[in-house]
């Protein structure tokens, strides 16, 4: 099996220490750092902006993984390229037509960025096999996207063998919600390629040990 991509959520960590907090988890292993920003419309709940990821970019070399769950997305991919973000991935139920979603992943690639699009739990599969061979990364939501914590829905998971079938072989299949060292093997057998973890890192004692658990 190929080598997972561990992408650490910085929504679990302590933002009161957030420099060393990103710190850690690069010498515990990861290349990329997964952030969430939500914007109290498109999910309840608000949390990271601009001038953050600003600041990130800044005092690190890892791989910025940038998760907007946030409505009409377009009016802000110019600025969370410009702010450092490696990856942009959107949502396909912020879009009010499939023209848009070619849009916005234009527009994301306008700035030499990696572009993803993820779907909700109860979005299907097929609604987005239109878009696979234009994006870089397909992110399969494990949870209803807003807060940390949740625990993973595994019928979200037969999505991913759905969506690799369908789609180019150097595409990225991302899951989010949910991983621990269990549903991290699920995923992994199923297809997905990346793992985005929250509180299984971050709530834990050793990082290192966390991500190796999440890779093996
Ligand atoms: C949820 C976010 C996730 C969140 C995952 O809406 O997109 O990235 O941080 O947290 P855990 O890993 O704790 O489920
Ligand atoms: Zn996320």
Redesign the pocket.
């Known amino acids: 099996m190929e080598k997972v991509i561990i992408s650490p ?1 910085i ?2 960590a302590d933002f009161s220490k957030l420099g060393i907090e990103i710190e850690e988890v690069k010498k515990a292993g990861a290349q990329w750092l ?1 952030i ?1 920003v939500m914007d109290g419309h498109f ?1 309840p709940n608000i949390t990271i902006g601009v001038p953050v990821i600003k600041s990130i970019r800044k005092n690190t070399d890892l791989i910025l993984d940038t ?1 907007l ?1 946030i409505e009409n997305p377009e009016n802000y991919i110019e600025s969370f390229a410009k702010a450092g973000s490696d990856i942009i991935t959107f949502h396909y139920e912020a879009c009010k037509d499939d023209k848009k979603v070619r849009d916005v992943i234009h527009q994301i690639k306008g700035y030499g960025i990696k572009a993803g699009l993820s779907i909700k739990p109860n979005t299907k599969p097929e609604s987005v096999y239109q878009f696979l061979n234009e994006v870089d990364l397909l992110l399969v939501m494990t ?1 209803e ?6 625990e993973f829905i595994h019928d979200c998971a037969l999505k991913i063998p759905k969506i690799k079938q369908n789609a180019p072989n150097n595409i990225i299949i991302q899951v ?4 621990n060292n269990l549903t991290s093997k699920i995923c992994k057998s199923l297809g997905a390629s990346s793992l ?5 890192i971050y709530k834990s004692q050793d990082y290192k040990k966390s991500i190796e658990n999440l890779m093996q």
């Open positions: 959520s929504l679990s997964h969430d999910v998760h769950m949870v996207p807003g807060f940390g914590g949740q989010d919600g949910g991983i985005v973890a929250g509180s299984y």
